[in-house]
């Protein structure tokens, strides 16, 4: 049985970086691993996408291995707003979406 | 363009009665999901399509029904709602299947 599995919270301060990892067993070969933001009382919303190796945008950096039984979402001097819950979504091997149970990220000042 | 829009926004119900949540997107994807989250917790897949006509389901997919008659609407049906479906639930909608996915607003559902 497929499955994703991501750490439950974690802390840090602002200006830090902060690298959250996400295992996926059963992961599909050849499709993408996507990363989401959610606040409090809205719907996720996309920050980044890979398939392997390092991918970066305005806001975050995606590694994924060559293996792609992982991948680590990297935030650059986090700020108070970056506080949310972090969720990474794969496709298993059947090609069924698999979504991580989210990453609660609180940010100290 | 309005993206993905979810109605209503709150709704009560009683145990037993019935109703239908409209998600419409305006981007002209071909998949739509609805999920449920609880409390605390992370997103659930109820059902979703991968174009019109269709539709399939998803991890906790009971006392649930789905209609997508139109590429822009999907549907999701309460038959008899019951207590354990006091839920938000999100609507979302993508190009394809591992395509990046584009959640509404969601939707607050009671159900005493």
């Known amino acids: 049985l497929a499955k994703t599995t991501q750490p439950i919270s974690m802390d840090s301060y602002e200006g830090q970086e902060v690298n959250i990892t996400c295992s996926h067993n059963n992961i599909a070969t050849n499709d993408y691993i996507t990363w989401y933001q959610q606040f409090p009382s809205q719907g996720p919303r996309f920050i980044i996408q890979g398939y392997k190796t390092k991918v970066t945008n305005e806001v975050a950096s995606l590694f994924i291995p060559a293996d792609r039984k992982s991948s680590t979402l990297s935030l650059p001097r986090v700020s108070l707003s970056d506080t949310a819950v972090y969720y990474c979504l794969s496709l298993d091997s059947n090609y069924q979406l698999i979504w991580g149970a989210g990453t609660k990220l609180i940010i100290k000042p | 363009n309005a993206g993905v829009t979810q109605t209503p926004k709150f709704r009560v119900l009683k145990t037993g009665q019935s109703m239908t949540l409209l998600c419409a997107q305006d981007?002209?994807?071909?998949?739509m999901y609805w999920y449920r989250q609880d409390p605390g917790m992370g997103l659930r897949l109820i059902h979703y399509?991968?174009?019109?006509?269709?539709?399939a389901k998803g991890e906790v997919p009971d006392g649930y029904n789905v209609s997508r008659l139109k590429k822009q609407n999907f549907l999701l049906g309460l038959e008899s709602a019951a207590p354990s479906q006091t839920s938000v639930y999100f609507c979302?909608?993508?190009?394809?299947?591992?395509?990046?996915?584009?959640f509404g607003p969601g939707t607050r559902l009671t159900v005493l």
């Open positions: 979302a909608s993508s190009s394809g299947g591992g395509d990046t996915q584009y």
């Open positions: 399509s991968v174009g019109e006509g269709t539709t």
């Open positions: 981007m002209n994807h071909e998949y």
